[in-house]
């Protein structure tokens, strides 16, 4: 039988985490401009459904990406794929279509740290030792955090097929929420899209090289469906909202071959949050789910 002091701290936890999930503020922390189109459909339910606050930090401006412009060298007029040019002028530009994404998902505030982007590897190390300001990156993620209160930071799923850029970057989230000395530590996410046709998605335990990316459990503990119909006749779904985000990346040509493939976002609970993170994770997708779309 529960004592009364057990109950009174059960009941407390719970009116804690219904409280927690109400208008939730998250702080996404990706490698490039368009990784965020990643869990687009959880970041739009946040900040129009559930009248939430997302604000985002961009650790490079994606200049490697100068490979897939060649039908933005029309639109922009610009010689985009030749590489010296690209490096110079995508910068700006791929800064300019996340903000024209980030619109239509509500983003609030945008975070550039200029750090340089240099080829596709599944090599975290390439960038973390070699490359970034890891030093600086750390710092800026803090005064962010300290200047805001988020509920929850949203990262890529470092997996081992995963860009050693998205890899580093969630690395470095990870690292950063550790360091992070607040009585409100906001809890850290994993997020990797996959198909629904898939049984179950592919379970993940962290990389072995880095302990700091273990997760509670190796299957997700929560997702989010983009398929979740809205509307005239239930005619239009969620997935149709992460296109729309996808076609502002218009100097990224290969970005538009992921339109309308992977319709789970699948999000996993590091190992570094509180033991109490899986209630307030169940608590905000259940609203997540269960909050219809807002019309305006």
Not at 37 to 48: D, E, L, Q, R, W
Not at 211 to 224: G, M, R
Not at 255 to 284: R, T
Request: charged share 20%.
């Amino acid at each position: 039988m529960k004592s009364s002091i057990q109950i009174f701290f059960i009941l407390l936890l719970t009116v804690y985490a219904k409280l927690f999930a109400q208008n939730p503020s998250v702080l996404i922390i990706t490698a490039h401009p368009d990784d965020e189109t990643g869990f687009a459909a959880t970041i739009y339910k946040i900040t129009h459904d559930l009248n939430g606050k997302a604000d985002i930090i961009v650790i490079t401006n994606g200049e490697a990406g100068y490979k897939y412009s060649s039908i933005a060298e029309d639109i922009y007029n610009i010689q985009l794929t030749k590489e010296a040019i690209g490096r110079e002028y995508l910068p700006s530009i791929r800064k300019k279509e996340l903000m024209s994404g980030g619109a239509i998902l509500g983003l609030r505030d945008y975070y550039f740290l200029d750090q340089k982007d240099t080829y596709y590897t599944l090599d975290a190390d390439s960038v973390l030792q070699h490359v970034w300001d890891t030093t600086f990156i750390k710092r800026r993620i803090h005064q962010v955090l300290y200047s805001k209160h988020y509920d929850f930071v949203f990262t890529l799923l470092p997996t081992n097929s995963t860009h050693g850029h998205h890899k580093a970057a969630t690395i470095l989230a990870l690292s950063a929420l550790k360091d992070y000395s607040s009585p409100s530590k906001p809890i850290i996410l994993g997020c990797t899209l996959a198909d629904s046709t898939a049984i179950k998605p592919e379970p993940f335990v962290g990389l072995q090289k880095y302990p700091i990316t273990a997760v509670y459990n190796e299957l997700p503990s929560a997702q989010f469906n983009r398929n979740q119909s809205f509307g005239y006749n239930n005619k239009l779904n969620y997935s149709i909202i992460a296109n729309l985000v996808i076609a502002e990346h218009k100097s990224q040509g290969a970005m538009q071959l992921a339109a309308g493939k992977g319709d789970i976002e699948y999000f996993w609970n590091y190992s570094i949050n509180s033991q109490d993170s899986e209630l307030n994770i169940k608590q905000l997708f259940d609203r997540i789910s269960s909050t219809p779309f807002k019309q305006k």
